[in-house]
């Protein structure tokens, strides 16, 4: 739900994949838990799609940069997570938006680990007008449409100091009008540097991203950059490599 200071697990090891950018985050072969070799890099100020087909291991991936505990995963700083299931693992229903929107934050606002309230207050507004959260900072989750809501948890990861923000489909059923918002913000913030790395159930939002890794029963089937990336070809990759996987069965 929030974001997480970790300590570099080690030095990443190449910037092939992010060109010039130097490496925030990276899969070396990675294997288990679903994933069969799994080689993926992100650059700081990136923003790197997980796509393909529901359940081919994109979630994975997310759980591995996550919690970096192999040694075949490097992580370098802080990063938070944003939830697709809103209702089970986003929202915290008794509380405000602003205490929402500002849980995890709260760590990089304290001093000497005491509380700064009256900075609290005014990250709460500035995410607020930002984003246009109907109902204001004192309303209840439970009086905001799902779209508000998913703008508060959205918020909520990008208003802590988190190096690397990681979206598990957090945009699906959400109305048009709030993922405009919302990719419009993740552009904001990777051009101040944060990295973000996003899987959608919707191929075609891909096309939001700088690269993209599709994967297929747990393995990076293809990767694509610029003009390659588009829902059509998203698709293709995919049942092209399951037909050619059930071929050779």
């Not at 923000?165 to 944060?194: M, N």
Request: charged share 25%.
């Amino acid at each position: 739900m929030g974001a997480e200071v970790v300590e570099p697990t080690a030095a990443p090891t190449s910037a092939r994949a992010a060109g010039e950018r130097p490496v925030v985050a990276e899969l070396r072969d990675a294997t288990g838990q679903g994933l069969h070799d799994v080689s993926i890099t992100v650059g700081r100020g990136e923003v790197v799609g997980l796509a393909g087909l529901a359940g081919q291991g994109q979630q994975q991936v997310l759980e591995r940069l996550w919690r970096p505990v192999r040694r075949d995963t490097t992580v370098q700083g802080t990063r938070a997570y944003v939830p697709g299931d809103r209702q089970r693992a986003g929202v915290l229903p008794l509380w405000s938006v602003a205490e929402n929107l500002i849980v995890t934050a709260m760590r990089g606002l304290a001093r000497f680990g005491v509380r700064r309230c009256d900075a609290e207050e005014a990250a709460v507004r500035e995410w607020v007008d930002r984003l246009a959260i109907r109902g204001g900072a004192d309303a209840g989750m439970t009086e905001l449409s799902g779209g508000n809501q998913q703008k508060v948890i959205v918020a909520r990861a990008f208003a802590s100091t988190a190096d690397l923000v990681l979206l598990d489909d957090p945009f699906r059923g959400v109305d048009v009008h709030t993922k405009t918002d919302l990719y419009t913000l993740i552009r904001q913030e990777t051009a101040s540097g944060r990295s973000v790395v996003w899987y959608s159930s919707e191929n075609a939002e891909m096309a939001h991203c700088d690269r993209v890794y599709v994967l297929r029963a747990g393995r990076v089937v293809a990767e694509l950059t610029g003009a390659e990336i588009s829902e059509e070809r998203i698709i293709a990759v995919s049942f092209a490599e399951s037909e050619s996987t059930g071929a050779q069965r």
